[in-house]
C-alpha cells in the first residue's frame, strides 16, 4: 500500500503564493502518476494537474500558469507551487497517486488553503 500525506497549507493573502508537499511511503515502487486535487466547502472535487513518473504535466485551465506540479522520485514527493492565490483557490488541497498495479488511487488526508483578500 501507498501512504500520502500533505503539507504546506495556511493562509495567505491574495496574490500571495505557497507550496505544498506531498510524501509517500510504503510500496512507492508501484507509483506511477500523481496529481493534486482540491475540494472548496460545498463543490465537487477538482482535478488540477497530475504528473507522470518522468515529470510530464497536465493542468486544467483555471490554474495553468499559476500552479506548476513537480516531483522529486529520491524523496518520493511531489509539490504544488501556488501563486497568484486568490480567494476562490480557498480549498482542501489533496494530493494522489496511481499504481501500476492497482485501478484506483491512493489519497492524502489533504491540507488546508485559505486566501483572503
Known amino acids: 500500500q501507498v501512504r500520502l500525506v500533505e503539507s504546506g497549507g495556511g493562509s495567505v493573502l491574495a496574490g500571495g503564493s505557497l507550496r505544498l508537499s506531498c510524501v509517500a511511503s510504503g510500496k512507492v515502487f508501484s507509483i506511477n502518476n500523481m496529481g493534486w486535487s482540491r475540494e472548496a466547502p460545498g463543490k465537487r472535487r477538482e482535478l488540477l494537474g497530475t504528473i507522470s513518473k518522468d515529470g510530464i504535466t497536465n493542468y486544467v485551465g483555471s490554474v495553468e500558469g499559476r500552479f506548476t506540479i513537480s516531483r522529486d522520485n529520491a524523496k518520493s514527493t511531489v509539490y504544488l507551487q501556488m501563486n497568484s492565490l486568490q480567494p476562490e483557490d480557498t480549498a482542501v488541497y489533496f494530493c494522489?497517486?496511481?499504481?501500476?498495479?492497482?485501478?484506483?488511487?491512493?489519497w492524502g488526508q489533504g491540507t488546508q488553503v485559505t486566501v483572503s483578500s
Open positions: 494522489n497517486a496511481g499504481s501500476y498495479y492497482q485501478p484506483y488511487d491512493f
